[in-house]
C-alpha cells in the first residue's frame, strides 16, 4: 500500500503491549495482534477455487468456494473470514457440515480433524458485497461509479470470499467471474479463458505462484487491454508490462511507458522480477491512493501527473511486487518490511532517474522525522499504526543506513540474495538479519535494532551533511 506522502498525524504512544519489538524475535503467526479476530491457526489453505457470478447493477454476488487445505492442529471444527455475505450450505470432505455465522466469523462444525489431515472445504454463499469499515478505512470490494476495486489489504478478503486472512497464509488460486459483457474483469495471475454467452461473459484467471489473501484481487471495469511500449530511449523491459484502462487509456499508456526503464533499474539492485508479467489497471475515477496485488497495481487517473509525486507511487507498487508480494512478512507486525524497501525503491529510482540522489532523499526525511514526535516503535507498531508514513520513511532509512554500514556492493549484493532465498515465501525481520549478516559476514542485529525496536529517531551512519 502506498504512503500518502505527508507526515502522520500521531495517535499517541504506538507502541504496542508488552514493550518494543527485539530484533531476531518470532512470535507466533496467529493470532495475529495487529489485526485481531482475524485468521486461523487450525487450518492452512493450499487453493482456492472461486466461481463467482455478480451482477453489476444491483451488486449481487451469487458465489461458491472451493477451498483445499491440511490441518495444522487437531480441531473439532473450522472458523474462516467472511463478512457481510449470507452462507447458503456448506461441506468439508464432501460431507455437509452444520454452520454458525456471527459478525466476520463463519465456523464450521466439522467432527474430529486430525492434525495434517487434507481438507477440501465447500461454501456457497450470496449477498451485496461491501467493504468492511474499521482502523484502516474502507477494505475489501468496493462499488466504483462503474465497476467494481477490490483492495484486500490487511483485511479485506473476507468482502468477497470466505478465507484464512492472514499474510502467513500463501495460496494458489483459480478465479471466475460471470458479469455483463460490456465489461472486463482483471484478476491474479493468467487469463486461462474467456467465454461469453448471453449478454454476459465469464473470466477465469489462474494463480499458480502462491500469494496471500490480502493481495487476491478483482477489477471490474469498461477497460481495454494494451502493451505498455517502452521509451524511445529506453531498452524494454524483459517481461511484458500491460495496461487495463478505459477512458484514460491514451494518457496512460504514455506515461506509463517508464515502468520498463524503472523494472531494469529495480533488477539490477534487487534481483530478477520474481514473475512473468506486470499489469496495471487505471480506474475510471481518482483513487485516494494506489493499491498493489500481485502481479498488477492499480492507479487513478490522479497518478499519472508528469510530477515526482506521481512518478514515486508508480515505482512504490512495482517494488512491492518484490517485497510484499514475492516476500510477503509472516506476521504485520514486520509490514516494514513490505513498505520500508518500497518506499527506499522511490529514493533509488529517483537517483536513478535524475533527480534527488537517495542520500539526499533519506537525509531531508531523517530531517523531517527528527521534527515528529517519536513515539512509534516501526519493527512492531501495532495494528492501527501499521501504515503510518513514519514506518514507510523509517524503515527506509534503516535501510540506507545500512547501505552506508555495508557498502554498495555487499549491500545489494545482499538484496538479491534475500530475495533469490525467499522467493514467493514468508520471511520476517529475523530472516532479513540472518540472510544479510550472512552475505555481509557482520551480523547486522544491533545496527538496526535502534531502527526498528526504539521510538527515538537513530543517526544516519556516517556524518551527515545537514542533519
Same mark, same amino acid.
Given at each position: 500500500?502506498?504512503?500518502? *506522502?505527508?507526515? #502522520?498525524?500521531?495517535?499517541?504512544?504506538?507502541?504496542?503491549?508488552? *514493550?518494543? +519489538?527485539?530484533?531476531?524475535?518470532?512470535?507466533?503467526?496467529?493470532? %495475529?495482534?495487529?489485526?485481531?479476530?482475524? *485468521?486461523?491457526?487450525?487450518? /492452512?489453505?493450499?487453493?482456492?477455487?472461486?466461481?463467482?457470478?455478480?451482477?453489476?447493477?444491483?451488486?449481487?454476488?451469487?458465489?461458491?468456494?472451493?477451498?483445499?487445505?491440511?490441518?495444522?492442529?487437531?480441531?473439532?471444527?473450522?472458523? @474462516?473470514?467472511?463478512?457481510?455475505?449470507?452462507?447458503?450450505?456448506?461441506?468439508?470432505? $464432501?460431507?455437509?457440515?452444520?454452520?454458525?455465522?456471527?459478525?466476520?466469523?463463519?465456523?464450521?462444525?466439522?467432527?474430529?480433524?486430525?492434525?495434517?489431515?487434507?481438507?477440501?472445504?465447500?461454501?456457497?454463499?450470496?449477498?451485496?458485497?461491501?467493504?468492511t469499515i474499521g482502523t484502516w478505512g474502507d477494505i475489501g470490494w468496493e462499488e466504483l461509479e462503474d465497476g467494481v476495486l477490490v483492495a484486500g489489504q490487511p483485511v479485506g478478503a473476507s468482502t468477497w470470499f470466505p478465507c484464512n486472512d492472514h499474510p502467513s497464509n500463501k495460496s494458489t488460486y483459480r478465479i471466475r467471474v460471470l458479469t455483463e459483457s460490456e465489461y472486463t474483469v482483471v484478476s491474479n495471475g493468467r487469463l486461462t479463458d474467456k467465454v461469453r454467452k448471453a449478454g454476459r461473459t465469464a473470466w477465469t484467471w489462474e494463480s499458480t505462484v502462491p500469494l #496471500?489473501?490480502?493481495?487476491?484481487?478483482?477489477?471490474? !471495469?469498461?477497460?481495454?487491454?494494451?502493451?505498455?511500449?517502452?521509451?524511445?530511449? #529506453?531498452?524494454?523491459?524483459?517481461?511484458?508490462?500491460?495496461?487495463?484502462?478505459?477512458? /484514460?487509456?491514451?494518457? #496512460?499508456?504514455?506515461?506509463?511507458?517508464?515502468?520498463?526503464?524503472?523494472?531494469?533499474?529495480?533488477?539490477?539492485? =534487487? $534481483?530478477?522480477?520474481?514473475? %512473468?508479467?506486470?499489469?496495471?489497471?487505471?480506474?475510471?475515477?481518482?483513487?485516494?491512493?494506489?493499491?498493489?496485488?500481485?502481479?498488477?497495481?492499480?492507479?487513478?487517473?490522479? /497518478?499519472? *501527473?508528469?510530477?515526482?509525486?506521481?512518478?514515486?507511487?508508480?515505482?512504490?507498487?512495482?517494488?512491492?511486487?518484490? =517485497? $510484499?508480494?514475492?516476500?510477503?512478512?509472516?506476521?504485520?507486525?514486520?509490514?516494514?518490511?513490505?513498505?520500508?524497501? +518500497? &518506499?527506499?525503491?522511490?529514493? @533509488?529510482?529517483?537517483?536513478?532517474?535524475?533527480?534527488?540522489?537517495?542520500?539526499?532523499?533519506?537525509? !531531508?526525511?531523517?530531517?523531517?522525522? +527528527?521534527?515528529?514526535?517519536?513515539?512509534?516503535?516501526?519493527?512492531?507498531?501495532?495494528?492501527?499504526?501499521?501504515?503510518?508514513?513514519?514506518?514507510?520513511?523509517?524503515? +527506509?532509512? &534503516?535501510?540506507? %543506513?545500512?547501505?552506508?554500514?555495508?557498502?554498495?556492493?555487499?549491500?545489494?549484493?545482499? @538484496?538479491?540474495?534475500?530475495?533469490?532465498?525467499?522467493? /514467493? !515465501?514468508?520471511?520476517?525481520?529475523?530472516?532479513?538479519?540472518?540472510?544479510?549478516?550472512?552475505?555481509?559476514?557482520?551480523?547486522?542485529?544491533?545496527?538496526?535494532?535502534?531502527?526498528? &525496536?526504539?521510538?527515538?529517531?537513530?543517526?544516519?551512519?556516517?556524518?551527515?551533511?545537514?542533519?
Open positions: 500500500m502506498s504512503d500518502p *506522502g505527508v507526515p #502522520a498525524v500521531p495517535r499517541g504512544t504506538s507502541a504496542p503491549e508488552g *514493550g518494543d +519489538a527485539a530484533v531476531g524475535s518470532r512470535a507466533p503467526s496467529l493470532p %495475529d495482534p495487529c489485526t485481531p479476530g482475524v *485468521g486461523t491457526p487450525d487450518v /492452512h489453505i493450499d487453493h482456492y477455487d472461486l466461481d463467482l457470478d455478480y451482477r453489476i447493477g444491483p451488486n449481487r454476488l451469487s458465489a461458491r468456494a472451493r477451498l483445499s487445505g491440511r490441518m495444522l492442529r487437531r480441531a473439532a471444527s473450522l472458523a @474462516l473470514d467472511l463478512t457481510g455475505l449470507r452462507v447458503t450450505k456448506a461441506s468439508v470432505n $464432501g460431507s455437509k457440515v452444520r454452520f454458525s455465522h456471527r459478525g466476520q466469523k463463519l465456523r464450521l462444525t466439522t467432527g474430529s480433524l486430525e492434525a495434517d489431515q487434507p481438507v477440501r472445504i465447500d461454501i456457497a454463499y450470496v449477498g451485496n458485497p461491501a467493504p #496471500a489473501t490480502y493481495l487476491a484481487t478483482v477489477q471490474i !471495469g469498461r477497460y481495454r487491454r494494451s502493451e505498455i511500449a517502452a521509451e524511445a530511449d #529506453a531498452a524494454p523491459a524483459f517481461v511484458p508490462l500491460g495496461l487495463y484502462a478505459g477512458e /484514460h487509456r491514451d494518457r #496512460a499508456a504514455s506515461r506509463l511507458r517508464v515502468q520498463h526503464a524503472m523494472m531494469t533499474e529495480f533488477a539490477s539492485h =534487487f $534481483g530478477p522480477y520474481p514473475f %512473468d508479467r506486470y499489469d496495471v489497471v487505471v480506474t475510471d475515477e481518482e483513487l485516494e491512493i494506489p493499491l498493489e496485488s500481485q502481479p498488477l497495481s492499480v492507479l487513478g487517473p490522479n /497518478h499519472l *501527473g508528469e510530477d515526482w509525486e506521481a512518478e514515486r507511487l508508480i515505482a512504490h507498487e512495482m517494488a512491492h511486487q518484490w =517485497f $510484499g508480494n514475492s516476500l510477503t512478512p509472516r506476521r504485520w507486525s514486520d509490514i516494514w518490511l513490505n513498505e520500508g524497501f +518500497a &518506499c527506499y525503491a522511490e529514493w @533509488l529510482w529517483s537517483e536513478a532517474s535524475g533527480r534527488e540522489s537517495a542520500d539526499e532523499r533519506a537525509r !531531508g526525511w531523517w530531517r523531517t522525522l +527528527a521534527g515528529l514526535p517519536q513515539d512509534l516503535v516501526i519493527g512492531n507498531p501495532g495494528g492501527p499504526d501499521m501504515f503510518d508514513d513514519r514506518v514507510y520513511k523509517r524503515g +527506509a532509512l &534503516c535501510l540506507h %543506513d545500512l547501505r552506508l554500514r555495508l557498502g554498495e556492493e555487499t549491500f545489494f549484493t545482499a @538484496l538479491r540474495d534475500w530475495t533469490a532465498r525467499h522467493r /514467493h !515465501g514468508s520471511v520476517d525481520t529475523a530472516d532479513f538479519v540472518e540472510c544479510v549478516s550472512r552475505v555481509s559476514g557482520k551480523d547486522i542485529a544491533e545496527a538496526i535494532r535502534p531502527w526498528l &525496536c526504539e521510538a527515538a529517531l537513530p543517526r544516519l551512519a556516517g556524518a551527515p551533511r545537514t542533519a
